[in-house]
């Protein structure tokens, strides 16, 4: 259990820094010896089939780049290495000689990793190549805002039992970011402007229960009492947004240790016009989703406003397109190869299971790629502009 410190009498803090302490503290979750994988299932846990079109993308960012003598991996939020290792072994032989992988961890270097993979807590400055990042902008923390009784956007507070209450309204830099990108700010006679046409992949469906995007069921309640607006026209009481600021700020600085190549983040994503009313925010521990807690006793999680994260020149896609444009089908093998080959039909038909489950719609299938090409044109076609 983490110690965390109070902001204020009544033992209530933002929810950015008690998340930051609960998740990346001394006895944080993520310092637990089992890592991710121990509580919540991602694409790379699933098959390797992905850490494979990973590595096929790696190599068009290579030809791309005109195969330079040294081309970099950079995993962020790297788990326990799981990923930058499958993608090295999938490479072709001449590629992996030129390749190297950067894992970029707050946790430990897990013992027994491949001495050929650097074990960084930052990202490596200047490097050329492909930097990717799944499932890491959900665990960057922020803060959460909230409608009150009067129409006034609030700050949430937490204690370390979960229990919240409401703080000031949020100011500067963080009531900018949700004027622009998650309006709240209703207040009698001046009502929520219209919803906008999404400018990204569709929203992601309820995904299956052991995928880690499955926020169902604790995206607080179902409709607030008077819907979206309030009964005299004001946000309605309960409405909520998480204040993706320091998601955007970590991605440009990821995106900027690029020298050259191709950055990609994958989350569970949402987009302008189609923001859950009542935020994402919610809890893992041990392959199931809890109320998020934060003692240190399981992940904190919030999907991710990857729209707001992308910088010029990006693009965005779902998973289901990404993965089908490197390769990766749900189909299943004709079953004329059940009669010539029994054993590499069982082997396609396990593969197309996989693939099936990466690709879902309501699952992974519906995840973002943001796609962010540095110096090179994008090597993966398809996916709409965001407006930056
Ligand atoms: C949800 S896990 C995803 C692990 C892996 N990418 C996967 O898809 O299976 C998020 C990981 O990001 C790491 N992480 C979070 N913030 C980080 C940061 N600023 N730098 C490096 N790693 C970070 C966490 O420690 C955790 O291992």
Redesign the pocket.
């Known amino acids: 259990m983490s110690a965390v410190r109070c902001d204020r009498a009544d033992g209530a803090r933002g929810w950015r820094p008690a998340t930051e302490e609960a ?2 503290g001394p006895s944080g979750f ?1 310092r637990r010896p089992e ?3 121990g509580h ?1 299932r ?4 699933a098959s390797p089939l992905f850490a494979g079109a990973v590595a096929r993308l790696l190599c068009r960012v290579d030809e791309a780049l005109a195969h330079p003598a040294d081309l970099a991996f950079v ?5 326990r290495g ?2 930058v290792t499958g993608v090295l072994k999938a490479l072709p032989a001449e590629v992996a000689s030129r390749a190297r992988g950067h894992a ?4 430990a270097r897990p013992p027994g990793l491949d001495h050929r993979i650097e074990w960084l ?1 930052e990202p490596p400055p200047g490097v050329t190549g492909l930097l990717f990042a ?3 902008l ?3 923390p922020l803060d959460v805002a909230e409608v009150d009784a009067e129409g006034t956007v609030r700050l949430v507070l937490v204690r370390e039992d979960g229990t919240e209450a409401l703080g000031e309204p949020p100011a500067g830099a963080e009531a900018e970011w949700l004027a622009r990108w998650w309006p709240l700010t209703g207040t009698p006679g001046s009502p929520l402007p219209p919803p906008e046409a999404p400018n990204g992949p569709p929203p992601p469906e309820e995904p299956p229960e052991d995928v ?1 995007a499955s926020a169902a069921g604790l995206q607080g309640p179902a409709q607030a009492p008077h819907g979206p607006h309030g009964p005299h026209g004001q946000a309605a009481e309960g409405l909520r947004a998480e204040i993706g600021l320091p998601r955007d700020a ?1 991605w440009a600085a990821a995106v900027a240790s690029l020298g050259r190549g191709l950055a990609v983040a994958v989350d569970y994503a949402h987009f302008a016009g189609a923001r859950p009313p009542f935020g994402t925010l919610t809890g893992f521990r041990d392959g199931r989703e809890t109320a998020p807690v934060p003692d240190g006793s399981c ?1 904190i ?1 919030a999907h991710v406003a990857l729209d707001a994260c992308a910088l010029p020149g990006a693009r965005l896609l779902s998973q289901r397109e990404a993965l089908g444009a490197l390769g990766v089908s749900g189909e299943r093998p004709s079953l004329a190869l059940a009669s010539t080959d029994p054993t590499a039909y069982v082997r396609a038909l396990a593969g197309a299971g996989e693939a099936a489950e990466l690709t879902a719609r309501g699952g992974l299938g519906d995840f973002g790629w943001l796609l962010q090409p540095v110096g090179i044109p994008n090597p993966l076609a398809g996916g709409e502009q965001p407006s930056t």
């Open positions: 998740l990346y993520y890592g991710p994988a919540f991602t694409s790379v846990h995993d962020i939020g790297a788990g799981e990923l970029v961890e707050r946790a807590p799944n499932e890491w959900d665990n960057v880690h970590a992940d999680t």
